[in-house]
């Protein structure tokens, strides 16, 4: 009995022994690679597995270091972004072009440009810390699904899922604030001016207008047209502009100009002539005024060239309105002359194309007095022999001189001399005591002629 129960003994304690462990190296990663052809040439059919090939899953791991290390770069600063940006610049000639998309939407749209509104290069660049809000809204959902969620697990979850919307928010606000730096200033106005465009349908922003944001945009505008009138414009800036608005860079003066030109141009298409009356109005704008102030702007030297010649081209004559008509009497005057042989006009009389010229010639003689008239115009009539003093029978006192002069050789008349029944002496003590240019001319031509 008792081998019996020793025998049972061991049975049961070689049973209940434990089995020893066999340890095993661990298992490596798998790296994939693709078969080698064999002698025969032809293709592998399928792809082989490399145990002891770990490069492909290190290279893999690195460059999500890399990209991980990048998105923290970028949300920590908008300098730091600004340096990822310029490595990717040297790297990529063409990102530096979506820096400045980014700046341009950036005015255009208002505020800052999210990441659906990035260019692709961009977005494909910081796709990975891109997905990382994504990844934690599934992180979670997946917290909630369990039927058996912990309160521990359900708050982490929610802490990290707030840390990735805060850092997207940190990289958008970088991002958005390097593309401005790197991209220019320049091409962010560009974006303001073309949602101000869009708003308005008119890029034509008034010189105080001032955006939401703060900016001077009609400020900015004028300074563009200043350098486009200059020359300092890049070419690529002036398309930029041209391409939004054909007008954009003229200024209101020289849209006006333009206007009232188009107005001039019509009125000398239906009248045949340029001579625009100082009263008259053309589709509601004074085209004579208008007309009249460039005649004044050409004699004070202020009119632009370009101006002047589109003038010309439409036959516009210099003279201002007054100056025409005064020519057109002194012409009409010179007629008179030629025809009747002197200038003694009498105060009613009116030429045959109904210019009153006795009023006119009263006129000058009024303003001689007055010292009004200029003195070129006083030259030119008194080329034509005019009468300054009608009325004072000149002329036939100045014969009598002349006469005076044949038989005694001077002009020292006496004073109570008389010579055919005028009293000559009294009247050329007179016209002694007057200024040269007042005296008759046929008296001054009398005694420039007796020496």
Partial sequence: MSRLLVAVALRLAATLRPTPVQHRAPPRRLALRRASPDDSGAPPRRLAYDANDDTTFQRLAKSKNDEDETWRRIAKSKDDAVDVFLGWAREDAAFGACLRVVALRRGRFGGDVTPERWPSRLRQRLAPGLSRRDAARSARRAVWAEKSYKAESLRLSWTELQAAYAERERVVAHVNGAAEELGGKWVYKLGLLQAYAQEHDDARVPSAHVTACGVRLGRWLGDQRRFARTGRLEPRRRAQLLALDGGILLSDSERAWRAQYGRLADFVR????????????????????WLLDQRNRADAGLLDPVHAEKLDGLGVSWSTPREARWDAAYEALGRYAAARGDCRVPANFTTFDGRKLGQWVVKQRRLKRAGALAADRAALLD?????????????????ALAAFVAREGHT?????????????GEW????????????????????????
Avoid: I
């Fill in 383 to 399: 080329a034509l022999g005019f009468a300054w003093a009608p009325n004072d029978r000149g002329d036939a006192y100045a014969a």
């Fill in 412 to 424: 020292r008349v006496p004073r109570k001399h008389r010579e055919a029944d005028l009293g000559l």
């Fill in 428 to 451: 050329l003590a007179k016209q002694r005591r007057k200024p040269v240019e007042e005296r008759p001319p046929a008296l001054r031509r009398v005694l420039e002629g007796a020496g």
């Fill in 270 to 289: 239906r009248e045949g002539h340029a001579d625009v009356p100082r009263n008259a109005t053309e589709r509601g704008a004074r085209l004579g005024l």
